[in-house]
């Protein structure tokens, strides 16, 4: 924080996934923890995700996806167009990090890696699509694969505060794990994956045994109200809008606060910007 000219910041469109699960102990959720090199808050963990890439808005991607037309994408955004490329964002950068590939073959069926060699070759895919060496859309049409989008639904939009170094918008998806696909971190990026219920998430950055920045912290908040994957599914899927969240910071003198404009979860507002907790008044 503290830029010394914040209203230059340029804000990166960006996009991010929750996969979930119905595990023994509820609702999981996958978390990859970032490079602790990285200049953009190293070792804290994270959900698939990253900024939305010119190739993104590929034409050519657009026509490989399924269950979402770009009109109807554009108009949960709120753009004239090309609001499909968050969605495809999203199902890319699934797959760089965590290896997830939210996709349909020809059958219709979701794209499965429990046969060895299918898995040895769409990590070669992998591989390639994070290094920039091939494009996405190459994959789809080699496999003959459509890009599973309307199995994915939007479920917040978070904008970085004004003053921070890099600011980002960044829209937040839910979808469920696809079965047959185990999900592992890249160990470029992100180092570490963890299947976690959103409780045990934020029990565990409580006590400081991980980190969490503060849009983690209340996206899990806001997760762990429901008990299955269906349910956060079927919420996310009945929203009509979901307006972004754009934090405030405020010095107070006792430590810095975070302050959410409207007061979206009835709990005052103001959250200590290092926790994340609710604070009063």
């Known amino acids: 924080m503290g830029h010394p000219d914040p209203d230059s910041v340029p804000i990166r469109d960006a996009a991010t996934v929750m996969l979930l699960r119905d595990g023994a102990r509820g609702l999981e959720v996958c978390m990859l923890q970032r490079n602790l090199r990285s200049d953009f808050v ?11 890439d010119e190739g993104d808005l590929e034409p050519e991607l657009a026509g490989v996806c399924v269950g979402r037309s770009d009109a109807e994408a554009s108009r949960l955004v709120g753009a004239p167009r090309g609001g499909l490329a968050y969605w495809v964002a999203a199902v890319r950068e699934s797959f760089e990090e965590a290896g997830v590939l939210l996709a349909r073959n020809p059958d219709g069926e979701v794209v499965s890696f429990e046969d060895p060699e299918v898995a040895r070759r769409f990590e070669a895919h992998r591989r390639d699509v994070d290094s920039g060496r091939r494009r996405l859309a190459d994959v789809c049409r080699e496999e003959e ?58 029990a565990d950055h409580g006590a400081g045994r991980i980190t969490l920045i503060f849009p983690t912290v209340r996206t899990l908040v806001a997760l762990d109200r429901f008990d ?8 996310a899927a009945a929203q009509e809008r979901v307006d972004a969240v754009v934090p405030m910071l405020r010095d107070e003198g006792d ?27």
Not at 181 to 202: F, K
């Open 228 to 235: 299955r994957a269906a349910d956060v599914l079927r919420h």
């Open 255 to 281: 430590g810095l606060r975070i302050v959410l404009p409207g007061d979206p979860e009835g709990t005052g507002g103001s959250y200590d910007a290092v926790t994340g907790e609710p604070l009063p008044g």
């Open 145 to 202: 694969l459509q890009l599973d989008v309307g199995a994915m639904h939007y479920f917040s939009r978070w904008v970085t505060p004004l003053g921070a170094p890099r600011r980002y918008d960044t829209l937040f998806f839910v979808a469920a794990a696809p079965e047959g696909q185990t999900a592992l971190h890249d160990d470029r990026e992100v180092i570490g994956t963890r299947w976690v219920t959103p409780a045990e998430a934020l």
């Open 42 to 52: 190293g070792g804290a963990y994270v959900f698939p995700g990253g900024g939305v």
